[in-house]
């Protein structure tokens, strides 16, 4: 079954600064999806970044980037720019892409965003 | 686009009532939707997967009599929590893929229950 990790219950960031939140997970397939979800105080779950797992090309959204290390099974999440808006739970989440697959979303357990001015 | 709603967004009940709670896709069919269960300061917990016109799947340790899950149309789920319980009181959230993006879920802004 896979797996993902958020070692980080939570990290603070200067508005302004550079945060990274870290992400590995396990998996024995080849082809799956990653995804970061963000959860602010509202409780909405917002899709923030998608990537493919045979794309080497790290996926962008405008300041959010990840980095994708697919042999190291890590895929972190680099938010530039802070702004207070982006204070809020962030979950790594991984599905399989293989036919047949489960479409499940597996969650990690989330690492909460503090966003300091 | 993708947009889901949840309705209602809040709902208290008493101890031994039942509770329908909605999910529409707004501006799209829904081959899938999702139910997840989210306690505090925890993540999500899926509940099932159900198909529009047939059967859900429930996870693991989820009582399918207690959840009932409907999902009747391309555009609408239901989740009906069967004599309520403190106990079932939480924060329920709904997602849905569309045909054209079946690996990106598209979340509901959740519905909190309280249960007296």
């Known amino acids: 079954a896979q797996t993902v990790t958020q070692s980080q219950p939570e990290m603070s960031v200067q508005e302004a600064e550079t945060v990274t939140l870290s992400c590995t997970y396990d998996t024995s397939e080849s082809d799956y999806y990653l995804f970061w979800y963000k959860q602010p105080p509202s409780r909405q779950m917002i899709l923030v970044i998608r990537?493919?797992?045979?794309?080497?090309q790290n996926a962008t959204e405008n300041r959010f980037s990840v980095n994708f290390q697919k042999a190291a099974k890590s895929f972190s999440l680099k938010i530039s720019d802070s702004q207070l808006g982006d204070a809020a739970m962030y979950f790594c989440a991984y599905r399989s892409a293989n036919q047949g697959g489960s479409e499940k979303l597996v969650f990690g357990k989330g690492t909460k965003l503090t966003v300091n001015p | 686009g993708a947009v889901v709603s949840q309705h209602p967004s809040r709902v208290i009940c008493k101890s031994g009532t039942s509770v329908k709670i909605e999910c529409r896709s707004l501006d799209f069919q829904a081959t899938t939707m999702f139910w997840y269960r989210q306690f505090p300061k925890q993540s999500l917990m899926l509940m099932a997967t159900?198909?529009?016109?047939?059967?859900?799947?429930?996870e693991q340790g989820v009582e399918k009599d207690k959840f009932l899950i409907n999902h009747a149309s391309l555009t609408l789920s239901t989740l009906t929590v069967t004599s309520a319980h403190p106990e079932d009181s939480s924060f329920y959230i709904c997602s849905a893929t569309t045909s054209g993006r079946t690996d990106t879920q598209y979340f509901g802004p959740g519905t909190r229950l309280t249960v007296l």
């Open positions: 159900s198909n529009e016109g047939s059967k859900a799947t429930y």
């Open positions: 990537q493919e797992a045979y794309k080497q």
